[in-house]
């Protein structure tokens, strides 16, 4: 266990001197004597190198990207480039404020509209909002924007929407938010949409249908067309979760495809440092019918430049985020999209998608891998193999892992696999990561077979082992409080 910085005090220590006072006003008069200290305040005694060493010490029991391979499935964990963060902290940037006036800042306008023209290119949609600020954030506003839609229309008997059983959990909760109520749809044998279930489900009142593509499995959705034309024939509309867009980027654009609708998650797709609950960005894509839909303000451009465009306000579902949404969030996907180009990002999900089925080839002969086909840039193994002949789960095998110096994959999602393990290496991960961590599973389905009891008290290595979840979700005080 480390120490705590107060275990690190020694009396007298210092790392910062404060100044003499430089003034003769009596205290008293500056701060009322009843809110004075009463006893010294009780702070640890301590050096700048050792705040230093106590702080990177504690930093390293996490795990990030920058220390190991992070194969957390659909949540994209790549290397970000760090010129992001120099720029992103750029005084040019840090210094605007978002109501000095239009013309005093056309070099941060500019950079946001060629980000809504690149990401409306990727996605193949006629205009993008950069103003939700994660891919929940978008859902909502796309539910909205399909909620406007059908209004204007007086489409009034629309009351559900249908999603797969495969779904993110954001999706039906972002429907219930919006008042829709949630009908879910089957997936086949082969992990992809039942189109006949499909059939059967849709029907006047359907208002929309969210899929995401590639699908959880890692699949992607072979049967989008006759799904869009289902969904058109009765007038809902198509939402496109892109959360999965890594294995996109330039191969295809969901907009050209049949989809509505789409949401980035630029914290995963366009690499913004991640994993800590946020900043993220949801930019959602729409196409041309739905444009009067979209928050205000947009970012337009004419003869005079760029502007804040409030031109739709009144059909517009109104602002979703203070001002522009997450600036530094995305100007960092800006840079990423201009330094990569078109040809780059076609590499980035040709690579993850290469990098994932390497993986899988491997891993399918000590792992049962329920859809076992070319994958996307991720893939669903399981530990029903283990669970069934060893009595060793999924949560036994993700423990373990850490072990070994790799963050876990995603487990038990989705949750129509037993004992999912989702696996998503990304583009960014060399081959000889990929056979580190390859070889990694490769032991603990060995051990698994030799000595189940390891796997059961697995972790080992890490500073707090088995934590209660359900514990430490329902009680929100710490669990571990610091003696006094
Ligand atoms: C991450 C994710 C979401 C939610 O996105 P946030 O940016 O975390 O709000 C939705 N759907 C899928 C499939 C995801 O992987």
Known sequence: MSKSIFEHSSPGCKGVGLPPRDTDIPLDKIIPQKYHRQSAARLPEVS????????????????????????????????????????????????????????????ALELLYELQEDLAEISGMAAVTLQPSAGAQGEFTGIKIIEAYHKAKGNTHKTKIIIPDSAHGTNPATCHLVGYDVVELKSDAQGRCDIAHLKELVDENTAGFMLTNPNTLGLFETHIE?????????????????????????????????????????????????????PGAGPVGVVEKLLPFLPVPMISKDADGY???????????????????????????????????????????????????YLMAILKDYYHIQHLEHCMHEFVADGTRQKKANGVSTLDIAKRILDKGFHAPTVYFPLIIPEAMMIEPTETESLASLDAFATAMIEIA???????????????????????????????DPIFKIEE
């Open 226 to 278: 006759e799904i869009a034309e289902i969904m058109h024939s009765v007038d809902a509309l198509i939402y496109m979760d892109g959360a999965n867009m890594n294995a996109l980027l330039g191969i295809v654009q969901p907009g050209k495809i049949g989809f509505d609708i789409i949401h980035y998650n630029v914290h995963k797709t366009l690499s913004t440092p991640h994993g800590g609950g946020g």
């Open 48 to 107: 700048k190198l050792d705040v230093m060493r106590h702080y990177i010490e504690l930093s390293h029991k996490n795990h990030f990207i920058e220390k190991g391979l992070y194969p957390l499935g659909s949540c994209t964990m790549k290397y970000n480039p760090k010129i992001h963060e120099v720029l992103a902290r750029h005084s040019c940037f840090t210094n605007l404020h978002p109501y000095q006036p239009e013309s005093t800042m056309q070099g």
């Open 446 to 476: 060995q051990e698994a077979k030799e000595n189940p009891d390891l796997l059961h008290g697995a972790p080992y290595t890490t500073p707090v082992r088995r934590v209660d979840d359900v514990r430490a979700v329902k009680q929100l």
């Open 307 to 357: 502007h804040l465009d409030y031109s739709h306000e009144k059909t517009s579902i109104g602002k979703v985020h203070t001002f522009y949404g997450n600036f530094a969030v995305l100007l960092r996907a800006y840079i990423y999209v201009k330094m990569l180009g078109a040809e780059g990002l076609r590499r980035v999900s040709e690579n993850a998608i290469i990098n994932a089925n």
